[in-house]
């Protein structure tokens, strides 16, 4: 059986084209296994982060005691039974004084 000039360069040119397709599956590959990677970093940066805020967050309302601004401005104690309005003046005052700590 003779194989013809013109099919051993179709079967070339069709091997270097998969060859190419193979490399750059590879190095596509190879960039989203990094980018997966990153990603992944970034995210348990972010949920470390996110717990510090959490702890200084109850590390403030400790220090404030049961009794802490809400955003409306009123003092809310842990039980929820009793409403008192303080002043800004009042708030800022705490605030500051935690500042200080």
């Known amino acids: 059986m003779w194989i013809r000039f013109e099919n051993i360069q179709y079967v070339y040119f069709f091997f270097s084209r998969l060859k190419d397709t193979q490399d750059q599956l590879c190095t596509v590959t190879k960039e989203l296994i990094e980018v997966k990677q990153d990603r992944g970093n970034q995210e348990l940066k972010w949920s470390i982060e996110k717990n510090k805020m959490l702890h200084n967050l109850e590390l403030c309302r ?34 500051d004084s935690l500042k200080v700590r």
């Not at 955003?71 to 005052?93: D, E, I, N, P, T």
């Open 62 to 95: 400790e220090r404030l005691g049961e009794n802490y601004p809400s955003v409306s401005g009123f003092a809310v104690s842990g039980s929820g039974r009793s409403l008192k309005q303080k002043s800004s003046q009042q708030l800022c005052a705490e605030i």
